[in-house]
């Protein structure tokens, strides 16, 4: 689930796990209310907004919560997959940010679960933990886990998911595979110096989305940004200054919503 | 189904419990600034206003010793319970560990029986502590029985507290917590005569005194002496209906944090 800040991936994650309820509509986990302590011994949960005591030890804690499920992975394992044995005695007050994430990780997994929810599981993980969760997720994955996860890393996305659900302001504006989605999301934005002020025409028919345009100032949204400006030099604009580059994820989000405002 | 019958559905309840109330045992002490508090402080206070006195004996032939030693019992058990679960449950809020306990399989009324289990293990190590301070220290002599019978008394009697200790558990956060539970408790078991004698305070403390939760648990700890100036049955309707006050507003408190946090 691929969203900025404030899109409400928590919330629909909440929802999922029975954490909050809907204003309308419902959810069900294995045809179940996912409040059903059933459906709960089947889920593993890692979520931003929580905590555990910290004077406990990594290995002793991931105990206590294999105790609640029904056929837990053993304790070793779930501590290894999450790339905490060498902390495994350390108490929990004592770990890194990263670590501490890590142990979250453990936490969800140790249940051996049918389903993962990881709410923004990288963030505040270094690169060798975050090398470290994307093996154990590919494990899981091979092992027919289902893994629902959410992030607002396009490219965290692009590397894990097979499908990618992108929701803004709460409400759902592509559900696709990486690759539909990178085809339909601008890849490059292109922004332009031209040397008299536009006009409207020497935009129109490109294959370019405008993001900004004031004067002589321009920045455009494509995924194909080499035949963007030949086209430009065809029509004759004068470019005495060009700079091209990666879109980030905010202006992905923008010309995705605006395309949806578009077609309406 | 095939997956159904190779694995249970639930894991077994009453290994949860155990697996909870032994982690919350641990967890409570390893934090010296309530394990410590817990077993040293009613002891300190008995040193302090029940030693002295330790070989008196009162009008109606009881020892002033065991009297003062069943006050301080009164005092540390409810101590355990407002401390414990007051400063323990708005902790455990401000961490967020809450947030985290509802999602997996473990029922809430498993994770709340720990706690009182946890508790009560507690409190039972502050009586022994503090009733075998009293008698090697301050040479107090009863019956085995009647330490049993007091330690089942306080025990048994400490719902109310547990009670109050959940509703400022609830009520307080984790930085306000610790001094709502002093501010609530020690002039609470000063006024109900846990720390001296009533006869020895002031007229007015005497006149309130029968209102409040802990005069009427410290009736508990004195009957087992035989020393109650009220009879057992009018304390535990006392207790009864502060124990419905106290966790009405508990209940109260957990209600609009749920509705906030998970509504």
């Known amino acids: 689930m691929l969203g900025p800040n404030g899109a409400g991936k928590t919330t629909s994650i909440s929802l999922m796990l029975g954490l909050r309820q809907p204003t309308a509509g419902q959810a069900r986990l294995f045809g179940l209310p996912p409040t059903d302590r059933r459906a709960r011994s089947r889920c593993g949960v890692m979520l931003q907004e929580s905590g555990t005591t910290s004077v406990l030890t990594v290995r002793e804690i991931v105990d206590v919560f294999r105790v609640y499920y029904p056929a837990p992975l053993p304790a070793e394992r779930a501590v290894a997959m999450a790339g905490l044995t060498e902390q495994a005695a350390a108490r929990v007050g004592t770990l890194s940010g990263g670590q501490r994430q890590r142990l979250y990780f453990a936490l969800a997994i140790c249940g051996d679960p049918d389903i993962l929810f990881l709410d923004e599981p990288t963030v505040g993980m270094d690169v060798e933990a975050r090398r470290a969760f994307t093996a154990s997720i590919q494990t899981l994955s091979g092992a027919g886990k289902t893994i629902v996860f959410t992030t607002h890393y396009l490219r965290e996305a692009e590397e894990l998911a097979r499908r990618i659900i992108v929701i803004d302001r709460g409400a759902v504006i592509a559900d696709a595979s990486p690759q539909e989605l990178k085809a339909r999301v601008p890849g490059k934005k292109i922004t332009l110096v031209a040397g008299r002020p536009f006009a409207p025409a020497d935009l129109d028919g490109l294959p370019a989305r405008v993001l900004h345009l004031a004067g002589e100032r321009a920045s455009l949204l494509s995924n194909e940004p080499a035949a963007v400006l030949r086209e430009l030099f065809r029509r004759g604009v004068d470019v005495v200054d060009l700079e091209v580059t990666g879109a980030d994820l905010e202006e992905a989000f923008l010309a995705l919503t605006r395309r949806d405002e578009g077609t309406r | ?263």
């Open chain 2, 1 to 263: 189904m095939t997956r159904a019958a190779a694995r249970p559905e639930l894991a077994p309840l009453g290994r949860m419990l155990l697996a909870q109330t032994w982690s919350e045992l641990r967890i409570r002490w390893r934090i010296p600034a309530f394990s410590l508090t817990i077993v040293a402080l009613p002891v300190l206070f008995f040193t302090f206003f029940g030693l002295p006195y330790a070989r008196q004996t009162l009008p109606n032939g009881t020892s002033l010793g065991a009297y003062l030693l069943a006050s301080f019992a009164a005092y540390s058990v409810g101590s355990v319970m407002v401390f414990g679960f007051g400063i323990g449950v708005a902790t455990e809020r401000g961490l967020k560990v809450d947030v985290l306990m509802r999602a997996t399989p473990l029922p809430p009324f498993i994770a709340i029986l720990a706690k009182v289990l946890n508790a009560l293990a507690y409190a039972l190590l502050s009586l022994v502590v503090l009733i075998g301070y009293g008698i090697v220290v301050g040479g107090i002599r009863q019956d085995l029985t009647v330490w049993l019978d007091m330690i089942a008394r306080l025990l048994a009697g400490s719902v109310p507290f547990i009670a109050l200790g959940f509703a400022i558990g609830y009520l307080c956060g984790p930085n306000v917590a610790p001094a709502v539970a002093n501010l609530v408790y020690l002039p609470l078991s000063f006024a109900s005569g846990l720390f001296m004698p009533l006869s020895q305070l002031p007229g007015f403390v005497r006149s309130i005194a029968p209102y409040l939760p802990a005069y009427h648990y410290g009736q508990l700890g004195w009957s087992a002496l035989g020393a109650n100036t009220e009879r057992l049955p009018v304390s535990l309707a006392w207790l009864a209906g502060y124990t419905l006050l106290f966790l009405a507003i508990a209940i109260r408190a957990y209600r609009n944090e749920e509705s906030r946090k998970f509504g």
